[in-house]
């Protein structure tokens, strides 16, 4: 660089440095006259209202009455040295400390970063040692003349040192040490982790080694062997499948063997006792106390003991769907009034005025009936099972049939006569045609069944025409009625109904009141009770049949009675009411004679109805639909409309079949999907409830013996005396 260069460089030097002296000191004036025109602020409650104490340089507030120093107060330091005044060991210990402690606050601190942004080096060294030159030598030389071999007074002026020095470390230092304090406490805070993950590390080995000898003792007081592993054994699976209704209650069990404690999981996720719609998540009997969507899925339960675990099979819970679908409507010559069904031989007896036939279940073909009797008089009333029939005709006469399901004899097989091969050739071109029409009846006709009356009886009875033919309490009451005047009721021995005939000596006879005519008579198949309902009456009259009498409750109904059904298993009793506009359905206790379900059931009055369960109940009103009852929970399961006619007769069979029979001499066959699996659930669902009754009345049971052996033994001690 030659001189002309350094000579310029210096010259731009100088003028930087003046550019930066008049600018420091144009800042100074600056921050000068706005230290002495700023209108001060309260440091605790942000007031206005202040007066600035020039004496000290303290602002003091007028609302909270408090006193704070002046922030903007730049002191001259005083130069005023006591160099010979003697100072004791504990105060030049006292004044190293408040001098170190100054440099910590953060006030003094901004206020070194201020005085080094303006350049200003006194205030750079006096500003935080009582606001004067004079502490600041005092201190040092205080700790300088007691320091000897004290540690604290070493490091006090170790510290100063690094403070004063030319290059400013001090707050390098201190980030120095904040960081290696971090790292101390983090060192320590990992150290206290790591013991405590050894010392859960060494609990829980212990807590398993206390497991083990547990499980030993548990097998050693069992008597089995405690090296031997014992997992659970499932006895009973769940059901694969569960279908339900909508707000229906369910269970779902399992029984196992050396288990402890089972856990129930649905979709995969695990059930708790909080899960709502669900009690019994940790049993083996999980209770789905009000089904939902949301509660449908695959159940899982999975069986625990101290070896193993072990889970079942799934269990598939799905919403039912309940959808009617006729699957046959046949013609028929007459108008049928009586249905009956007998799945066992799977036959269908239609009775009209005409006579009886006899039908298949599923495609409601015709059988022919062989060796039955000509009658003259009109058919009135049908009942029986797959051998005896019973048939009640319009002159008060009494039929009995027994009948067997056979296969037609072989057609007899003709032995043509001897002739000539010329002859014998043109015979077989000219009639083959015919031998094969020939050939396909015979083979039609050995193969279909016939319906055969092996045994007919006729018997008379006073009855003017026999309407209702019905057997109750499991076939020891014959019950005949011509639904108008009188109700006919015979005992039979075991021996059954033909042993009691002729009908002429009935064990009771029951008559309709003055003015009265009896509208329906129904009888229960199971029980000795029968009901009585009379036209243009509100109420049913209820019998009860014993050996040797019988007694008579009326029920009184809201209207007039126009149906009625008893269930096959069960103490009730369905009344179809015929009100002004609709037809009402009203299900009775037969003990205490309360209504258990009362609701408006079709529009005008319910004309046929009949149990396909305990719980299920099928009607037929004049609106020609056809509706299923759930009894216990007062709802309709399903309601479907048949467009053929009027119905004349209603026969609901198996778990999920209607037969209807119209005036229009037809007969459809109804089947609703998944009814029958809706059935086996809700009888699930009554023996489970049945069973947890029993099992809190045995418990109620032994509690109250227990409580009362208890008082006996008080007793027994008392009278004993000391």
């Not at 080995?205 to 497991?211: D, G, I, V």
């Not at 279908?243 to 288990?259: E, M, Q, Y």
């Not at 031989?345 to 279940?361: C, D, H, M, P, Q």
């Not at 699930?684 to 418990?699: P, S």
Request: charged share 20%; with cysteine; net charge positive.
């Amino acid at each position: 660089m030659t001189p002309d260069d350094q000579r310029t460089s210096h010259i731009e030097l100088e003028r930087l440095r003046g550019a930066v002296v008049r600018d420091i000191a144009w800042a100074k004036q600056m921050l000068e006259a706005h230290a002495a025109t700023y209108d001060h602020e309260c440091a605790v409650c942000g007031s206005r209202q202040t007066v600035l104490l020039q004496a000290k340089q303290h602002i003091y507030c007028r609302m909270c009455r408090t006193t704070t120093a002046n922030v903007y107060a730049h002191p001259p330091p005083s130069d005023k040295l006591r160099e010979h005044e003697r100072i004791t060991k504990d105060m030049a210990l006292e004044m190293i400390q408040e001098v170190l402690a100054a440099f910590e606050i953060p006030h003094n601190k901004a206020r070194l970063s201020e005085a080094k942004a303006h350049g200003s080096y006194r205030n750079c060294l006096c500003y935080g040692f009582t606001n004067n030159l004079e502490g600041v030598l005092k201190s040092i030389r205080a700790v300088q003349e007691h320091c000897g071999d004290n540690p604290v007074f070493h490091d006090g002026l170790e510290r100063l040192r690094l403070i004063f020095s030319p290059f400013n470390t001090y707050e390098l230092e201190d980030a120095r040490i904040r960081q290696e304090e971090a790292a101390a406490r983090e060192e320590a805070l990992a150290q206290e982790a790591q013991r405590v993950a050894d010392a859960k590390k060494m609990e829980e080995l212990a807590q398993e080694r206390r497991e083990i000898a547990l499980k030993r003792a548990k097998k050693v007081a069992r008597g089995l062997d405690p090296n031997q592993m014992y997992l659970p054994a499932i006895v009973r699976q769940p059901p694969e499948t569960i279908v339900l209704l909508p707000g229906r209650k369910a269970f779902v069990s399992i029984v196992a063997d050396r288990t402890e404690s089972f856990q129930w999981y649905l979709n995969g996720a695990r059930l708790s006792e909080d899960t709502p719609g669900v009690l019994g998540a940790t049993t083996a009997f999980l209770k789905l106390e009000f089904f939902t969507k949301s509660l449908s899925g695959t159940y899982v339960c999975e069986c625990i003991n101290d070896d193993g675990r072990l889970r079942s099979t799934p269990c598939l819970v799905q919403l039912a769907q309940l959808k009617p679908t006729m699957v046959r409507r046949v013609d028929v010559a007459n108008v049928p009034h009586g249905l009956a069904v007998d799945c066992e031989a799977g036959l269908v007896t239609l009775l009209s005025t005409k006579g009886v036939e006899f039908r298949t279940v599923v495609a409601l073909e015709m059988r022919p009936v062989v060796g039955a009797p000509a009658v003259a008089e009109p058919f009135a009333a049908l009942t029986g099972s797959r051998e005896n029939w019973y048939i009640g005709l319009a002159n008060g006469s009494l039929l009995h049939w027994r009948t067997q399901v056979q296969m037609p004899p072989p057609p007899p097989t003709e032995t043509p006569a001897p002739v000539g091969k010329r002859r014998m050739s043109v015979m077989n071109a000219l009639d083959t045609n015919a031998d094969a029409k020939r050939r396909a009846s015979v083979r039609r006709l050995s193969a279909c069944p016939q319906v055969r009356v092996t045994h007919a009886e006729r018997h008379d009875s006073s009855l003017a025409v026999i309407r209702v033919v019905q057997f109750l309490a499991h076939g020891t009451w014959l019950l005949l009625s011509d639904e108008r005047h009188a109700v006919y009721l015979y005992h039979l021995p075991a021996a059954g109904a033909s042993s009691a005939l002729p009908l002429l000596l009935a064990t009771f006879v029951i008559t309709a009141p003055q003015g009265a005519r009896i509208l329906r008579v129904v009888g229960s198949t199971t029980l000795p009770f029968f009901a009585v309902a009379y036209t243009h009456s509100k109420h049913v009259d209820l019998y009860r049949l014993t050996a040797l009498t019988y007694t008579k409750t009326t029920v009184t109904m809201g209207c007039r009675v126009s149906a009625m059904a008893f269930p096959p298993l069960g103490f009730q009793l369905a009344v179809g009411e015929q009100g002004i506009q609709h037809g009402f359905l009203r299900v009775l206790n037969l003990e205490t004679r309360v209504s258990q379900l009362h609701t408006r059931a079709h529009f005008g009055p319910i004309e046929k109805m009949q149990f396909m369960a305990e719980f299920v109940l099928c009607t037929v009103g004049m609106d020609r639909a056809v509706k299923l009852w759930d009894t216990t929970k007062k709802t309709c399961l399903v309601e479907f409309m048949p467009q053929t006619a009027v119905p004349s007769a209603l026969f609901a069979f198996g778990p999920s079949s209607v037969l209807l029979a119209f005036y229009s001499k037809q007969v459809e066959l109804w089947h609703i999907a998944n009814l029958d699996k809706v059935l086996a659930s809700i009888e699930t669902e009554h023996l489970y409830a049945i069973v947890m009754v029993q099992k809190q009345w045995r418990g109620a049971l032994a509690r109250h013996r227990l409580k009362l052996q208890a008082v006996l033994t008080a007793a027994e001690a008392s009278s004993q005396g000391p």
